[in-house]
């Protein structure tokens, strides 16, 4: 008789188990709990943007990745729109002037990475450029 098919998934950690492998870097990760982590590196596609991604921790737990979005999407979660524009840009820094001309490259050669922690419901962005 033959034997099921193990379905290899990345939902549930067999794809990670059979190829050995992670699908999403440990950057970022410090300040959650090992378990945490393991989640989103063994059981969490990867994405891509300009620079290494990363994904956000809230309250010291990982959040949920919506996905790369654009100014509307962005502005329509005003929290993280806040979060980009108090916080530092690529390279460290602050320029009111300088998150404006950002804001307008969006998908463009510019991309800003959206979370939603799962705990909150509060959605924080990062940004990312070529």
Do not use: K
């Amino acid at each position: 008789m033959q034997q099921p098919l193990m379905r290899l998934c990345i939902a549930n950690g067999r794809a990670a188990e059979q190829f050995e492998g992670e699908f999403t870097d440990w950057y970022g990760l410090d300040d959650v709990s090992e378990e945490n982590a393991e989640q989103v590196t063994r059981c969490a596609p990867g994405f891509n943007a300009w620079q290494d991604p990363h994904w956000l921790v809230h309250r010291n737990d990982v959040a949920a990745f919506i996905g790369e979005v654009g100014y509307t999407e962005l502005a329509a979660r005003p929290e993280a729109l806040d979060q980009l524009r108090l916080g530092p840009l690529m390279g460290g820094g602050h320029d009111t002037s300088r998150v404006a001309s950002f804001l307008t490259l969006l998908r463009q050669g510019a991309g800003v990475m959206l979370f939603r922690c799962t705990a909150r419901g509060t959605h924080l962005a990062y940004a990312s450029a070529s």
